[in-house]
């Protein structure tokens, strides 16, 4: 990256990480379109990205993330407790771990294949713009249930979990298919929402882990500018664009997006 391409790509980050419609998709197709980069290439630096949107969902979370931390000496001692932050260390252990799983060996072999084959272009954007139709069509067709949960079982652990490991393909949107999932398991929208985005703290913070040891993105200037315009402009926008992603359905926007993308072979 020179300047100006991390400033831009940082603010797209910092907008699209808050609403239902693949941030990693929306940047990698920006940057196989307009910076000819391949698809391997574009899914790391925009993981990358997410670097400075996780610290912003730390600091918006930080009562959750504080409370949490204050009661690990009680979730320690008594793991079996399935109520209150305990119930919700839980659910975050392990939704964690099997993302961790699954996501691990697609990034490792599913991507490095593409690597090897150099994919880019228009096929790569056909490819995303697939999953993002993939996105669109379970957020345009799942609605909220009149019987509501209200707290997170290890069954919607494990399920969201899995899911969120498949993320790590651009276009599949981590939080609209989380969010999806949870309203599928009879949580109320606002506290799906909320579960999704303390659910990526961790997430997040591991894939962060395995970018920095593969050493897919160089550590520069460039790539710390990236992080920092990315959290700023996350913190700026996180608060507003959640009230937007509980009150608008962004299922259209996806599946348009989606088929431009895969339009773009024929062109």
């Not at 100006?4 to 609403?19: D, F, M, N, P, R």
């Not at 910076?35 to 996780?54: I, K």
């Not at 771990?97 to 090897?116: H, K, N, Q, R, Y």
Request: aromatic share 10%; proline share 3%.
């Amino acid at each position: 990256m020179d300047f100006l391409e991390a400033v831009v790509l940082a603010l797209i980050q910092g907008i699209t990480e808050w609403l239902p419609i693949s941030s990693e998709g929306v940047s990698s197709l920006f940057m196989i379109n307009f910076f000819n980069m391949n698809l391997v290439d574009a899914v790391f630096l925009s993981g990358w990205l997410h670097t400075g949107t996780l610290l912003a969902a730390v600091l918006y979370f930080w009562s959750d993330v504080k409370a949490i931390l204050k009661n690990l000496p009680n979730y320690i001692r008594n793991p079996r407790n399935s109520e209150g932050f305990s119930g919700l260390t839980n659910f975050l252990l392990i939704s964690t771990f099997l993302t961790a799983l699954i996501g691990a060996p697609l990034v490792l072999f599913g991507l490095e294949s593409l690597d090897a084959m150099n994919f880019g272009g228009h096929a790569a954007m056909a490819f995303i713009g697939g999953l993002l139709i993939i996105t669109g069509v379970m957020q345009k067709f799942i609605r909220p249930s009149s019987i509501v949960s209200d707290s997170p079982r290890i069954s919607d652990a494990i399920i969201v979990g899995i899911i969120q490991a498949f993320a790590v393909l651009p276009g599949l949107s981590r939080s609209g298919l989380t969010t999806s999932t949870l309203l599928l398991r009879k949580h109320d929208p606002e506290y799906a929402l909320k579960l999704s985005f303390l659910m990526s703290i961790p997430a997040v913070l591991v894939a962060e882990i395995g970018i920095l040891i593969s050493g897919k993105v160089a550590l520069d200037v460039f790539s710390a500018v990236a992080v920092v315009v990315a959290f700023l402009m996350g913190l700026l926008t996180l608060g507003s664009l959640l009230k937007v992603a509980q009150k608008v359905n962004f299922g259209w926007f996806c599946i348009i997006l989606g088929a431009i993308g895969m339009l773009s072979v024929l062109i």
